[in-house]
């Protein structure tokens, strides 16, 4: 039973472990901010707008 006392193979498998923790742990970044981005509201466009008016407004008084 010598394959028994071999840990060749240790290594590899403790980085197989690790790796796959990290990409749970991704997967589940992505799906909690996921949800996060689509339940607030896009202004992104009104807010381009506001700001554009605000910087002319305030070149002008220069």
Request: hydrophobic share 40%.
């Amino acid at each position: 039973m010598k394959f028994l006392s071999d840990e060749r193979g240790q290594g590899a498998a403790e980085y197989i472990l690790l790796f796959g923790g990290v990409i749970v742990i991704a997967i589940a970044a992505l799906v909690i901010y996921n949800s996060y981005f689509t339940t607030q509201s896009s202004f992104t466009d009104q807010d381009l707008q506001t700001v554009r008016s605000k910087t002319s407004t305030n070149d002008r008084s220069l």
